[in-house]
């Protein structure tokens, strides 16, 4: 057995949630960036913030401005946004 510090399988990366705080695997967070400075859900350009997908971490998050921590920009958060997740 080799101790090469190698781990089976891909890593999967982890990211953190902007509402709860947990890290968990990014393919069980929504992933959100910025449009001309309008928050958007899903894969785009520069950086992203994640959240778990649940309303309650995404409200939290734009309650907090935890995107605009993220995001290190002024963001707007369009309305019915919140309303992707039940
Ligand atoms: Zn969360």
Known sequence: ???????????????TCVGCGERLPQRLLQRFHLHDGELQA?????RGAY??????????????RAFGRTLRARVVV???LTDLFI
């Open 1 to 15: 057995m080799s101790r090469g510090g190698r781990r089976d399988g891909p890593t999967e990366p982890i990211r």
């Open 78 to 80: 369009p309305a019915g």
């Open 42 to 46: 899903g894969p785009g350009p520069g």
């Open 51 to 64: 959240t778990c997908r649940r309303r309650a971490c995404l409200e939290r998050a734009v309650a907090r």
